[in-house]
C-alpha cells in the first residue's frame, strides 16, 4: 500500500473516531470505540509516515476544486514523513491514555471529537500538497487546538491561556498567508511540487522576504523566543493529553513549515539567512531551559523545555542551511537529517513526560513541584516510565536525546568546513551554546526528577497518592519508543537519509552507514559511534557490578543503621531541596536575565519575635511579557480606539467603504 | 571592692523620684532599689530611658519569688539592682521594654513557673524536653510546657531547613542549629543548647563558696578565671571581705592572660573556618606557646583553681611571665599581621555578619562583639574593680561591626593586656586569702571574661552556704546576637566564620 | 620511663588488682579492650579516625582536642585523622559528664559508626570526676556507652591525649597500671 | 602564599618528639598527686577525703582509695594537708581499664585505733 493509502486510513479511522465520541454523547464504551478508532488511525499514520520516508514523494492527488477556492491537492512526501509518523505515534499512545484519563461524559465526547479532527487537521497539514490546502488545515489546527485547551472553560486562567495561543498563532497565520502569497506570485503556482522546481525564477529579494515571513510565522507555533509566550500559559491550562499533543506535535509542526521552506520550497539561500536562523535557535535553546530552571510548575516547566528543543532543533536547521550556502552539500543534508531525528524524540519523550505530568496532577492534585516530593515510592510504575523519559531529554546515553544531539553536535562542529573563517567561529559559537544548555538541561531535568520523584513527601496528598488504574499503556509506549529511538538509531538514521536524499538529492548513506550498526556522520574521518553497543555497554556496566556485588558478598557482615542525622533531629519534609532554592545558583548567576526579586518580613524583630514566622518569597521577571508584549497589546488597544470612529454602523457609510475599496483595487489593476 | 556612695548616681536619684513605694539598699558593692512589682514597669521606661542596660534579670526565692534586675550604668561606674517581689504567677512584661531580656523571661518561666503579663509563647531555653515535674528545678514547674523553637513554615519552598548539629564538626561543642537558607541566602536560624544543660546554679545550692568555686570555673573552661573571678568577687562583696592587693593583681594577671589565649584560639578559629590552614597552623603555635605560658605561670593551661573566694591559690611565677609572654604575644602578633595581609583571609572576613551598634544595643551583647559594633562597653573600664582602678585599659572599639572588626578588636585587646601584664607584675601580683566568715549577705560580682561582662549573683544564708547563685557568663548575652549576625545578607558557608568571630562557649550558655 | 617498654605493659596485669570504685568491671572489660585494640591495630595499621562527642564538657577538653592537630603535636604524623562523619569515624573521644538530654545523640552517634570501633572517654567529668549523678547528668560516660580507653585529666593536655590514643591502638603499653601513686614507694625504687 | 611560605621556613619545627622521646613541657603539666603513706592516717586520710571536690578520694577501714580517674589535679588536697600528697609528675595516665586507675594505699594504723 502506497503512503497516501495509509493516509487515507487514518483520516477515515480518525473522523470515525470522532463521529463515535459525538453518537454516544460520551457514553463509556462509545468513547473507548473512539479512543481505538483513533489509536487504529494512529497506527496507519506511522505505517503511512514510514513508507513516506522510504519510498519518497508519492503523486499528487487532486480532488474538487475551483478557480477561486484553488483545488484540494495531497501528497505524502518524504519531508512530512517523518512528522507523519510521529503523529501516528503521538495520537496511538495519546489513544491509549485518553480514556483512562477522562471521565466519561458529554464534554469528553467533544473534547475527543476535535481533539480527532485536529489530528486529521496535523496530517492534512503535512499532506498538503498546495498552498490553500495547507493554509486551511493549518488554520482549522489552530481553531481546534484552541478548543482543545478550552477542555474546562470554567477553571481560572484557562481562557487567558487559551487566548495567548489563539492570538499568536493568527498572528503568524497572517505572515504565513503573506510568505506563500509571494512565492506564488513570483511561480505562478499553488502548487508546492511546481513552487519549489520554480524556486530560482524567485527574485532574491522576494525570496528573502518569503522565508523570513515564513520563518516568523511557524516561529510562533514552534515558539522561537520572543515569539514563545503562549507555551508557558496555554499548556498548563489544558488537559495533559492536550497539552501533550501540543508540544508533542503542533510545536513540531512549526519545526516542519520551516524545514518546508528552507530545504523543500527554498532550497539553497543566502548564507545569512541560515546563521539568522541559527542564532535564533540557539538564542531560544538557551533561553528557554533557563526559564524552565525557575519554573516550580510541572507543565510550564516542561512547556519551557519545550520551547529549548525547538530551539536545538532550528538551530540545526539554521546550521544545515549555512552549509548549503557554503557548497557543503553532505553537512546541508545531515544536519538537517539530525534535526528531523530530534524532531521524532523530542515529539516522544515530550509527549510521554506531559502525559506523566497529567498522572501525577490527577492523583496529587497540585503541579506544584514544591507541593509533591517521594512519588517514588507511590507512584513506581510513572517513576519508571517518566526516568526513562528525564534520561532521554536530558541528552543523557544510551537514550535517545543523546543520539541527535550528539549528531547535531557533530555537525556543527565541522563549522570550520564553510570558507569563511567568521562564519565558522558563529557556528561553533551556537555550538557552545547548545553545549550550554545541554548542561542546563540536565540540571533543569535533575531538579524536575528529583524534586516529586525523590526526598519525602511534602504534603499529604502526595504521601497518599496511589497508583489505582493510572494509565501507563500510552506513556509505556511511548518509554518503548525512546529506548527504540534510541537502540535503533541505525535503522533509524537509515531511513532518515532515504527522506534527506529525496528532499535534498544528496545521498549519505554509504557514507553514514558504513557498518551495519556504526554511525559515522557528516565526515568519515571525524567521528563515529553506536548507540546500539553503546547501549549494550552501558547496561553491561551498570549491572554487571551489581550481580558481582550480589554474587560475592555474604549478607550477613553488613548491618543497617538509621541514615546519621546529626545526632538528634528528626528529618521533616521541609529539611529537604526545594524546587526553587535548588536553582538559587542560577538565578545568583544569571541575575541580568532574571532580574530576580525577594520580599522577606519577619514577625518582628524582637529577640521574643525569633521563633516567629518569616515570611520569604523569590520571584523571577517574566521578561518578555513585561517588556515586549505589555507594550504591543497596548499599542493594538489604542490603535483599535483611533479607529473606532470608522465604525458607524450606518450601512450608506459602510457602502461608501466598499465602494472606495473596489476602485482602489480597480486602480492598482490598472496600473 | 568599694561600696557605691548611692546619692551619687544621678540616674538613681531620678529612678527614686520616678516611681513610688522604693526602699534604698545596698547590695554589698552595688545599689538595690526594692520595689512594689507594680512599680517595675515603670522604673524600667525610666531606666533605659535614661541609658541603663539591662545587664541581667533573674528571680530568686518561692512564694513570692523575687525578682531581680540588674542594670549596668555604664556612665556612672555602678551596678544597680532593682527587686521586686512577685505574687501571683505574672509580672509585667519587660522584654517589651528591654528586648535583651526576653531569654530571661523564658528562663524564669522555665525554672519558677512564672511568666511576664504579655502573652507571647516563651522558648524552651534551658531544661531539656524531657523536664517533668519531678525535675530539679530553681521553682516550680511552668503549668505550660515551653514552646519549641522551630523553623518557620511560610517560606514554603522558597526556602528550606538545613538541620545542623548538635554533633557537628570534630572538636567543638555539641550545639543545634535550624539554618533556614534560600539555596543561597540564610534566611533564618535558630539554635537550642539545653542538650548541655548541667543544672550548675541548681547544683551550688547548699555549699560554701570554697566548695562552689570548683564547679563555678567549670562552668565555661574557657573563662574559668573571669567567671571564677565574677563569683569570687559576689561571695566577698555578700561578706564584706576584701582579697588582698597583690591577690587581686594575681587575678588580673591570669585574667589577661586568660584574655590572650583566647584570642588566639579564636584567630585559630577563624582560620580554620576560611579554609586557611597555613594561618591556623601559625596561631595555633602562638596558642600552644601561650597555654604553656599558663602552665609555666600558674600551674595549669587553663588556669583553673586560680581565684578562690578571698583571694587566689597561686602566685604567678614572675620570672616565667617575663620569659615568655613577649615572645608568645610576639608569635600572636605576627601571625595577626601576616593575617592582616592576606587578601584571601580578609574577603571572607570583611562585611561578614554584621552586628549593627542598634543591634547590639538592643539585644544587649557585650565584649569584643559589642566593642566591634561601636557599643564602648567594658567592665573593667566602666565599672572598675581593684586593681583595675589604679591599672585602666585602654579599650579597643570599632564601627563596622562585622568578623573584621571583631579580628582587630581582639587583638588590639590582646596587645593591651600584655601591657596590663607587665604593669600589674610591676606593682607586684602575689597569692593571699582572707578567711571567709559564715554568714549571711548577698553580693554581686563582675569581671570582663574574654567574651565580655561575666556577671555573678550570690546570696549566702546564715552559716554561709548558697541559697541562690545566678552566672552570667558572657556567652548567655552573645549568643542571641548571633542569629541576627547570620542573617545580615551572608550566604551559609560564612556562618562558621561568624561563630568563630563570636567566639562563644556552648557550655556558658547551657550551664 | 620509656615509652612501649614491654616491661612496663607487662606489669599492667599485676596480681592485686583491687576491685573497682565505678560499676565497671575490670576482667572482662578489659580483656575486650585488649582484643579490640588488636584488632584496630592489625585492621587499620597507622590510619585511624577520629570522631569526637561533646556530652556537656566546659569547653576546656574540646580546646585541647583541636590543639592535637596543631604544629605542636601534630597527631596525623602518627596516623590519626579527625573525622566529621561518624560513618568513617574508628574511634569515638567522649567528652563531659554525659548529660541525660543527649543520651539520643550519643547512642545514634556511636551506632553510626561502623565496627571495630572504640570508645575513648576523654576527661575528668567523662570518667566520673566532676560531677555526682543525678537527674542533670549520668555522671560518667560509661552508663551510656561501653568505654574502652580511659583519659584522666582536666582537661587531660594534649600529650595525655596523644598517650591515650596510642593505648587505645596498642602502640604504646599502658603504664598507669604499675604505678602505686604512693610517693615513698617510688622514692626506695629511685635508692 | 609566599609570605606564608616563607614565614613557615623561618618559623622551622615545633612538633614534639613524644612519643619517641619524652617532651619537656610535660614538666609543667598538673598532674595527680603521690600520697606519701608515711603521713596518712585516718584522721588526715578523712580530711583529705572532706577537701576533695571532686569525688577521687574514698577511704575504706585503713585504705585510702584514690582515683586517678576523676582525680582533677586541683592540688586542693596538696593545700589542706601539706607533706601529704605532692605532685606525681605522671602525664601518661591513660589505661585501658577503670580498675587500673584505681589506686588503693595502705593508711598508718596507731592514729585511727
Redesign the interface.
Known sequence: MSALTWFYLAAGGWVLAAAAALAGRGAPRLIHTACVLSGLAGAAGIAGGASALWWGNSRVVSAGGSVIVGTLQLQASSLAGAFAALLGLVALAIAAYAFRYHEAGPHTAIYLAVFNLACLGCLAVLAAANVVTFLVAWESVALLCYLLILRHPGRTDVAGGAFWFLALSETGFVLLVAAFVILAAKTHSMQLDLIATRAHLVPAGWRDAAYLLALTGFGFKAGLVPLHVWLPEAHPVAPADGSAFLSGLVVNLGAYGIALFAFRLLPVGPAWLGLLTMGAGAITAAIGILYALNERDLKRFLAFSTIENTGIIVTAFGAAMTFGAYGQRALWAFLLLAGLYHVANHGTYKTLLFLEAGVIEHTTGTRDMDRLGGLIHRLPRSAVITLIGTLGIAALPPLNGFVSEWLIFQGLFQGFRTGSHLVGILIVVAAATLGLTGGLAIYAFVRGYGIPFLGMARTRQSAEAAETGQPVAGPGLLAVACVALAVGAPLVVLALSRAVGTVTGVTLRPDLLPGNLTIIPAHTDFSAFSPTYLTVFLVAVTVVPVLIYLSGRPGADSVTVPVWDGGMVTFRPRMQYSAMTFSAPTRVTFDALYRPSVSMHRASDDPAGRSGPVHYETEVTPVFQRYLYTPVVRAVEWLADVIRPMQSGDVNVYLLYLFLVILAAYLIGAL | MTAVRPGASGTLAGLLGAVSGASLSGIGNAVAVRLPAAELERAAHHLTGAGARLADLFAAGQDPVDLHLIWALDGEDHYLITQAEVTGDQYPPL?DIA??A??EECEIYEQFGIRPASG??L?RVML???AGP???RLGRQPPVPP?D??????????????????????????L?YGL?????EI??L?MFT??????LE??LRGRTPR?AS??VE?????S?VGVGWAFAAAVEAALDVTAPAQAQRTRAVALELERLYNHA?AT?ALCQATGLS??Q??A??A??RL??LN??VF????L??VVQPGGV?RAPDADAVRGGLHGAHGELR?AAD?LA??NSFLDRLEAAGIVTGEQARR?GLVGPVARASGQRIDSRADHPAPPYVEHRPAVATRDRGDVLARFQVMHEEAAESVRLIDDLLEAGAGDGTQELPAAAGSGLGWAETPRGEALVFVGLDQDGRITRARLRPASVRNW?GF?DACRSQNVFTDVPIIEASFWL????T?R | MTDGDPALSSQQDQPGVPPPASGSEPGPELAAGRQLSERIARQFGRSLHIRTLDTGSCAACEQEIRLLAAPHYDLNRLGFFFTPAPRHADLLMVTGPMVRAFDVAARKTYEAMPGPKIVVATGACALGGVYQPDAFVHGSVAEILSVDVWIPGCPPSPLTLLQGLLVAVDRLAEKVGGLSFAADETQEAAQ | MALWFLRGLRRGVVTTGYPARSDDSAARLPTPPAFRPAALDRSTADRLVAVCPSLALRREADVLVFDVGACTACGRCQDAVPGAAAPSGEFELAATSRAHLVKRIPLLREAGT
Open positions: 522584654s528586648p535583651a526576653f531569654a507571647k509563647p522558648n531539656p524536653p524531657h519531678d525535675f530539679p514552646a523553637l522551630h523553623a518557620p513554615h511560610t517560606v514554603g519552598g522558597h526556602a528550606f531547613e538545613f538541620p545542623f548539629g548538635p554533633v557537628r564538626q570534630v572538636g567543638v561543642e555539641s543545634y533556614v537558607t534560600s539555596g543561597e534566611v533564618d535558630y539545653w542538650h548541655k544543660h548541667r543544672g541548681w547544683r566548695e570548683f564547679h567549670r562552668t565555661e573552661g574557657l574559668a584560639a585559630a597555613i594561618g597552623a601559625a595555633e603555635i596558642l600552644e597555654l604553656r602552665a609555666a600551674g595549669h593551661r587553663y583553673f583553681g591559690r605576627r601576616a595581609s592576606t539585644l542571641r542569629d562557649t556552648v557550655a556558658g547551657a
